[in-house]
């Protein structure tokens, strides 16, 4: 039965955190969408979601979200959807310590405290699920996102270990890797550049013209972009499935470079990565 089921799901201010909070309501889950932004929250509540603040970088701000939750649930949550994110552009070496650990931060360490308080509350129903939006960069890495690359490799790896740790618990662990979607993802990440990328002094800096072109662009900036709601069509099928996929491949980029990882030698999957991000950058 789905209705009435609660679901705890972050970055839920535009683009799939908003689309599967929307979809998931009138599917009759409640809902608790949260976000990071004060404004953004009260925009949810007037949409009809449930909705309160959580900041992944901010420890105070978790707890305090979950305890609200379940309060409201006494004490019960079907299933949390760990979607919030952000990106940082940049060369590696351009990347200041401090840039790279606000990356991990919120695209991690955040994710995996939120993941941890509720683990226990599933533990004692006996059944839950957890679902962690990934990425296609979680499958292969893309040269100018390194930060983003890194957090959702990491992000893999926890999700992995976490799946094997809760065999026979009842919590199934789901991964879902989208490829381009339909987002603020890119102008976000475009403000992210500009804020902590040093253009002028970097060796990249001719490459960077075409990376910010990228960022700006409006509309789809690449082929095969999908809406949102191709997202809102796997996690249904992560929390209401029996035996629910260990990772969930939406839009053809991901499909192809899922099956790119596995057959090529690496040398040549280096080339094939170059070549898009040169092409995409230009």
């Known amino acids: 039965m789905i209705k009435g089921r609660s679901v705890l799901i972050t970055g839920c201010s535009s683009g799939i955190g908003r689309a599967v909070a929307t979809g998931l ?3 009759g889950y409640r809902v608790f969408a949260t976000a990071r932004k004060p404004g953004d929250v009260e925009i949810l509540k007037e949409e009809g979601l449930e909705s309160h603040r959580l900041d992944l970088a901010d420890s105070a701000s978790i707890a305090q979200a979950v305890a609200m939750v379940l309060e409201q649930t006494n004490g019960e949550l ?3 959807f760990n979607n919030g994110a952000y990106g940082q552009p940049g060369a590696v070496e351009d990347l200041r310590r401090e840039v790279l650990r606000a990356q991990f931060e919120t695209n ?11 683990i226990p509350v599933m533990r ?3 059944y839950g699920r957890i679902i962690h939006n990934s990425s296609v960069l979680g499958l292969v890495a893309l040269p100018y996102r390194g930060a983003y690359n890194a957090s959702k490799f990491a992000l893999e790896g926890l999700s992995d270990t976490l ?5 026979g618990s009842g919590i199934h662990v789901a991964l879902i890797e989208p490829g381009p979607i339909e987002s603020r993802f890119r102008a976000n990440a475009y403000e992210m550049f500009k804020k902590n990328i040093d253009r002028e002094h970097s060796a990249h800096r001719d490459y960077y013209a075409g990376v910010e072109k990228r960022l700006a662009k409006q509309g789809p900036a690449q082929p095969f972009t999908l809406p949102p709601e191709a997202v809102l069509k796997k996690v249904i099928h992560a929390l209401e499935s029996p035996r629910p996929k260990r990772r969930y491949y939406v839009t053809v980029p991901t499909h192809l470079f899922g099956v790119a990882r596995r057959i090529l030698p690496a040398a040549l999957l280096d080339k094939l990565l170059l070549k898009i991000s040169a092409v995409e950058n230009k």
Do not use: I, M
């Open 124 to 126: 004692r129903q006996g």
């Open 108 to 118: 991690l360490f955040g994710t995996h405290e939120l993941t941890n308080r509720v």
């Open 163 to 167: 799946r094997l740790e809760l065999h």
């Open 78 to 80: 079907y299933a949390l």
């Open 25 to 27: 309501k009138q599917r």
